[in-house]
Every structure is written in C-alpha cells, then in structure tokens.
C-alpha cells in the first residue's frame, strides 16, 4: 500500500445515495465493505464525513436562522452520521470508535489526538464527528485539521466525479480532467477543491489531497494502492 494512514472525508450528500435526503443503507453497506477491503491490508483509516443531507448552517442563516446555531445543529448532524456509518462498518466487522469534537459522551468519545491514533495503532477506524467543534469552520476545515493532528499520509476526498476539471464536468461536457495539480494553480484558476481555510491549512502543511469517485466499488483500494485513480494536489 502506497498510504499507510489515511484520512477519508466524506460528504453528507454522500450517504444519501438516490434519495433526495436523509442516509441510504444501501450506500453505507458499499462504503464500509470498501473500507474493510483496504483496512484488511492494513491501512490506517480515519473518517471525516459532513452533515448536510440532514442539515446544513449556511443554508439555514440564508434563510434567516442565527449563523452558530446554525452551525451547531450540523455539527450534530454529522455525529447522527457517524453514528449510522459506524453501525455498517462494525456490521462489516470493522472495529471502530466515534469522537466528537462536541461533548455527547453518551454516544462517542471526546475527540482527544492520542487516543485517536492509539485507536488507529489497534488497527480501528476511527471516525470524527462534531466539525472542529467551532462555529464557522466546515468539515472540509475538520478533515484538514483532524488528518494534521494524526500525521495522516494523504487527505481522499470522496465524491461523485472522478476527480478536479477545469469546469463543472456535470454541466459542460468539454471540461478537461487534472491528473495532478498544485495547490498554487488550484488557487490560481479558482478551482473548487474544498473551501480556502481548509485548503490553506493543508497547503502549509504540505499534506497532498486525492479527489476521487467514491461511489465506483473498487477505487478507494485503488487509490490507496497508488493507482491513478482521480487527481492529486500537491506542492
């Protein structure tokens, strides 16, 4: 395996699958079987995901809800999502454990650096729910921050394309595909990789990012493996 710790952050939409909302069973049984097929060869993983198929903040200020409580009711979100991924990964025999940047000590652990890589050392997937714990920071930022803290190899953004293009390739069928680009040209032709804080944050810390189709069965092995597989960002 080309990484030996990974950090793979997951949207919320991700887990809708074909609905129009809410967590498709189906889509987190696919995740977790992809994720027992690399953390069989050992592969150090750490989950991010976001919360936006339940509730995101922005949406809600833009609609005249108060910004930080916005905010904290999707950092909720994304622990109500890191509960059910957790559910499918143990059905898939994955041991795991839950943080929380927030305190719900009920339903996951506190999000504490040393313990999340023992965790990993144990060979656990360990999966971060609660953002930063911040209003005002996305999970793109928690991701970032949680793979820094970890020493994790690389960043996989999984998402529904198959990797960075100069354009939107949903809605215009020239766009041309990055193998590989840095982060100054990403900066440079404006291009939508994660959001500027989070991006920043990994660009200082000299820590590459791999966009990648997570909904093709196979590829997080992979991309893991060091096939080329999506597009790679890096200095």
């Known amino acids: 395996m080309k990484y030996k710790r990974i950090l793979l952050k997951l949207s919320g939409e991700a887990l809708m699958g074909s609905r129009q909302y809410g967590i498709d069973p189906t889509r987190l049984a696919e995740y977790a079987e992809d994720v027992k097929a690399i953390t069989d060869l050992g592969v150090e993983v750490a989950i991010v995901i976001g919360g936006g198929n339940i ?14 409580q916005g905010d904290h009711m999707g950092m909720l979100a994304t622990v109500i999502n890191g509960l059910a991924l957790q559910g499918a990964l143990e059905d898939s025999g994955i041991p795991t454990r839950l943080q929380s940047a927030i305190h719900i000590d009920e ?3 506190p999000f504490i650096m040393r313990k999340a890589v023992r965790h990993l050392e144990k060979g656990r997937v360990v999966i971060f729910g609660g953002g930063t714990g911040n209003p005002y920071f996305t999970t793109d930022s928690a991701a970032v921050l949680r793979a820094i803290e970890i020493k994790a190899d690389v960043i ?10 100069n354009d939107d390739p949903e809605k215009n069928k020239e766009a041309v595909k990055f193998d590989h680009i840095s982060f100054d040209d990403v900066l440079k032709q404006g291009l939508k990789v994660m959001d500027t804080t989070a991006f920043t944050l990994s660009q200082e810390n000299e820590l590459p990012i791999i966009v990648f189709d997570m909904n093709k069965k196979g590829n997080l092995l992979k991309v893991v493996s060091g096939e080329n597989i999506g597009t790679k960002v890096n200095l």
């Open 156 to 165: 996989l953004k999984g998402t529904r394309v198959d990797g960075i293009y």
């Open 55 to 68: 509730f995101r903040g922005v949406a809600g200020a833009s609609n005249g809800m108060d910004r930080v």
């Open 107 to 109: 339903v996951a652990e």
